[in-house]
């Protein structure tokens, strides 16, 4: 049968700090890369994204780091709210024959207090 | 998202019966996709369409059909559901470019008993 029951990466904040929500992947050919929130019941809403030639890119309150030597990408969330609280997952697409397609991460938990 | 729909957005049916779930966009977009998702995992690709001729297996296929009966209209059947099928659908679409988003519908919430 399947796994269930996988403990996703938490990260607990406090209303007003800046948070940070980073993910590994692991193809070297991916090209573009998305952020996604995800809230109790609700599809994934896009956040931002960033090409495979830029290494930072900058939305309102948020900004996506991309490492490509490591293979590793980072939201940074400013100022963050409780509205924020969500699972954030990260979506690679490595182009070629998986043109168009998109592979998620495992998610990440994120809660704010007030 | 209300440019994305879903139907029904629960269901509840039991083992060896043939399940249907239903998709519709409002977005113009050719891309379509059906994902599921279970607890603690991310969203894992079922099947995939780039136009109204053209359909994709995903990653998790097995046990599962779909039917792209037009631009706007794309369902996910389960022929013979199982408990393992217990999970959350999404179905998304997206523009022709490759660094398009994909937008995501509410979800259809299926437990097989």
């Known amino acids: 049968g399947e796994s269930v029951g996988l403990h996703l990466p938490t990260l607990s904040v406090q209303e007003g700090d800046n948070s940070i929500i980073n993910c590994a992947y692991s193809?070297?050919?991916?090209?573009?890369f998305i952020w996604y929130k995800q809230e109790s019941g609700k599809g994934p809403q896009f956040i931002i994204d960033?090409?495979?030639?830029?290494d930072k890119r900058q939305g309102q309150r948020v900004t996506v780091l991309l490492n490509k030597t490591v293979k590793h990408l980072s939201l940074q969330i400013a100022a963050t709210q409780p509205g924020d609280s969500a699972v954030y997952f990260c979506?690679?697409?490595?182009?070629?024959?998986?043109?168009?397609?998109?592979?998620f991460g495992q998610g990440t938990i994120l809660t704010v207090h007030p | 998202d209300a440019d994305v729909t879903q139907t029904p957005r629960n269901r509840i049916t039991k083992t060896g019966k043939r399940i249907m779930l239903e998709c519709s966009q409002t977005?113009?977009?050719?891309?379509m996709y059906w994902y599921r998702q279970d607890p603690g995992l991310g969203l894992r690709l079922i099947y995939y369409?780039?136009?109204?001729?053209?359909?994709n297996k995903g990653e998790i296929s097995d046990g599962y059909s779909v039917s792209r009966q037009a631009q706007a209209k794309f369902s996910l059947s389960l022929e013979s559901a199982i408990p393992n099928q217990t999970a959350l659908y999404f179905c998304?679409?997206?523009?022709?470019?490759?660094?398009?988003?994909?937008?995501f519908g509410p979800g259809t919430r299926l437990t097989v008993l």
């Open positions: 979506a690679e697409n490595a182009g070629g024959t998986s043109y168009g397609k998109l592979t």
């Open positions: 193809n070297s050919a991916s090209d573009y």
């Open positions: 960033i090409r495979s030639n830029m």
């Open positions: 977005k113009g977009h050719d891309r």
């Open positions: 369409s780039f136009d109204v001729k053209d359909i």
């Open positions: 998304a679409t997206a523009g022709p470019a490759v660094d398009n988003e994909q937008f």
